[in-house]
């Protein structure tokens, strides 16, 4: 057969598969031929990625079934090249599997950081005798609202009627949850206080601090007209302090809770 002459120039563009050969000519004289070929190589399959959605505050990770290379959507910057990559931001990315110098066709997935819930609660004091309220949380009305009492479920929704009638100091534990995202807020502590008396609860200017190990306790400062007593226990047993300030000394590492009254 004889050759096609399919260009004269020191470049040459195609898409056609097969073997091809270059000539050096001068004048009358041409070279021997040198012998090259385009192979057109199989593009692998694209990564198998499913969308992950995760709360606010919990880190979430990409699985793919094959070694991927991970990009952002904003800027088509390539982030990693593993199986897995765990993203900080929300937003859209892509998975390329990259094989023996292809890439695939980009998977398109989606990283959803969904918001906590958010909620109010107000604890309550009660003359003995009187009519005991009920402990309420203001939350969107979709959200599912559990109580506690001394770590055991006792209740659910906005409105919780506690049926405490005694004198004491009562502490319930409030969790709030969104059913749509799965979303969880952190529990709070909702107080109900019966009392034999009318005076109300002293109005404490701090009252959740947290700290490092080691790390300096903090003073809490509380206002009332009239005498100030803190307490480690519900029941008031346990005098700690007396006065408008209160410093722990616990060292420990824990959660300590302490109660103050006039």
């Known amino acids: 057969a004889t050759d096609k002459t399919v260009a004269t120039a020191n470049t040459f563009s195609t898409s056609t598969i097969g073997t091809y050969y270059v000539y050096q000519s001068s004048g009358s004289c041409v070279s021997s031929r040198t012998t090259v070929s385009l192979t057109e190589k199989t593009k692998p399959t694209a990564p198998i990625v499913a969308d992950v959605a995760v709360c606010e505050g919990v880190n979430g990770t990409f699985s793919s079934n094959v070694t991927a290379v991970w990009y952002y959507s904003s800027t088509n910057a390539e982030l990693a090249t593993a199986k897995t990559y765990s993203p900080t931001t929300a937003g859209t990315y892509y998975a390329k599997q990259l094989s023996d110098g292809c890439y695939s066709d980009a998977t398109t997935v989606s990283y959803t950081i969904n918001a906590l819930p958010q909620y109010t609660t107000t604890d309550v004091s009660v003359i003995y005798g009187a009519v005991v309220p009920n402990l309420e949380v203001t939350t969107d009305i979709a959200n599912t609202v559990t109580w506690y009492f001394n770590s055991a479920e006792v209740g659910t929704g906005s409105s919780f ?25 952190a529990q709070a502590s909702v107080i109900l206080q019966i009392s034999d008396c ?10 959740n ?10 003073t809490f400062t509380a206002t009332a007209p009239n005498s100030i007593i803190w307490y480690s226990d519900v029941n008031l047993s346990s005098q700690v302090a007396t006065g408008a300030t209160f410093t722990p000394t616990n060292t420990a590492v824990g959660t300590y809770n302490y109660y103050v009254v006039q």
């Open 161 to 185: 009627a506690t049926g405490k009638t005694a004198i004491g100091t009562y502490t319930y534990n409030v969790t709030v949850s969104n059913p749509t995202t799965g979303c969880t807020a």
């Open 198 to 207: 009318d005076l109300v609860a002293p109005t404490a200017t701090s009252d």
């Open 209 to 218: 601090e947290s700290i490092c190990e080691e790390g300096t306790n903090p």
